[in-house]
Nanobody, 115 residues
């Protein structure tokens, strides 16, 4: 059994920054990819960014140049540094981890960008 716990969400003004963390614990043998997704009210969950165990990253176009995903393999933790936040970034942010053959999701953390 693997558990993911997100932290770091909150309320921030437009142009501000937040850093999300996703810590994995439990029966972890090898985490392949980790990722961040988000879901705004009334919208489908969408990919924000992913990172493989080797450090390869993918970003959705709307966050390129503003968000940075990283991970600490020794701590089984992934991070999402979010800069230049916009109101349209408001959503619940979820992390997931691909530990073959399963994908595990965290409970989500709310990010609200508002003045």
């Amino acid at each position: 059994q693997v558990q993911l716990v997100e932290s770091g969400g909150g309320l921030v003004q437009p142009g501000g920054s937040l850093r999300l963390s996703c810590a994995a614990s439990g029966s972890i043998f090898s985490i392949n990819a980790m990722g961040w997704y988000r879901q705004a009210p009334g919208k489908q969950r969408e990919l924000v960014a992913t990172i493989t165990s080797g450090g390869s990253t993918i970003y959705t176009d709307s966050v390129k140049g503003r968000f940075t995903i990283s991970r600490d393999n020794a701590k089984n933790t992934a991070y999402l540094q979010m800069n230049s936040l916009k109101p349209e970034d408001t959503a619940v942010y979820y992390c997931n981890a691909y530990i073959p053959p399963t994908i595990t999701w965290g409970q989500g953390t709310q990010v609200t960008v508002s003045s």
